[in-house]
């Protein structure tokens, strides 16, 4: 069964810092999402990509985010200067076509946990 | 988005079948309902999803009835390793971001 894979599982970094977070999609998939939990509490919708561009993104998205699919297989979360309330785990997840909640649905990588000290 | 509202935890026994119902009341003519797993440090897994009366597959199967409110997901004979968080989504079908609620913990015991 295809995968979504992500790197690293697990990063910590000292507050201020900035983090990459990647992920290699499912090959043949188009669209990209990033989701985050922090511990404890919901998944939480971060940010769709779709054609080099983001097409759709929550309020928790702001400037300190970006997403990039830097070549045909990545797809990176950079986070800059991270803050303690950061730490969360970090879902990347990929689908074609666009999926919504009657399509198949989205596969989801499983994670990096980021802690920010 | 519809509104949805599950237990927040279950138990049960290795064996036995586990039915864990989700209300929607506020259900749209176009949302579908979807279903995902999530074992502790993992991501979402989508388990099953359905529009109307009865889906099954190798997983699970979905019950919905005819007013589509409500919709029950059965795992049948679940093992310890069906011990995860369960999420009942409701919302349109064709693209659109998923939002998670808090989901049905089960604890699944020998």
């Known amino acids: 069964e295809p995968e979504v894979t992500q790197t690293p599982s697990h990063q910590v970094t000292q507050m201020g810092q900035e983090v990459i977070l990647r992920c290699v999609p499912i090959?043949?998939?188009?669209?990209f999402y990033w989701y985050r939990q922090i511990l404890g509490q919901k998944v939480e919708f971060l940010v769709s990509?779709?054609?080099?561009?983001?097409?759709?993104k929550s309020e928790i998205f702001d400037d300190q985010f970006s997403v990039e699919r830097p070549d045909g297989s990545n797809f990176t979360l950079k986070i800059r200067s991270t803050k303690l309330e950061d730490s969360a785990m970090y879902f990347c997840?990929?689908?074609?076509?666009?999926?919504?909640?009657?399509?198949?649905?989205?596969?989801f990588g499983s994670g990096t946990r980021l802690t920010v000290v | 988005l519809a509104k949805t509202t599950q237990p927040i935890s279950m138990d049960s026994y290795e064996g036995q079948e586990v039915n864990i119902t989700c209300s929607h009341n506020?259900?749209?003519?176009?949302?579908?309902i979807t279903w995902y797993q999530q074992f502790p440090s993992q991501g979402p897994r989508f388990i099953i999803q359905?529009?109307?009366t009865k889906v099954t597959n190798e997983v699970a199967s979905l019950f919905i009835p005819a007013d589509r409110k409500s919709s029950t997901l059965s795992l049948p004979r679940v093992s310890l390793s069906d011990t995860a968080v369960y999420y009942c989504?409701?919302?349109?079908?064709?693209?659109?971001?998923?939002?998670f609620g808090k989901g049905t913990m089960l604890l699944v015991s020998p």
């Open positions: 990509f779709y054609n080099n561009e983001i097409s759709e």
């Open positions: 997840a990929s689908s074609d076509p666009p999926q919504g909640y009657g399509d198949g649905g989205y596969t």
């Open positions: 506020n259900i749209a003519t176009n949302d579908y």
């Open positions: 989504l409701v919302g349109p079908t064709g693209y659109s971001t998923l939002t």
């Open positions: 359905g529009y109307k």
């Open positions: 090959s043949n998939h188009l669209y």
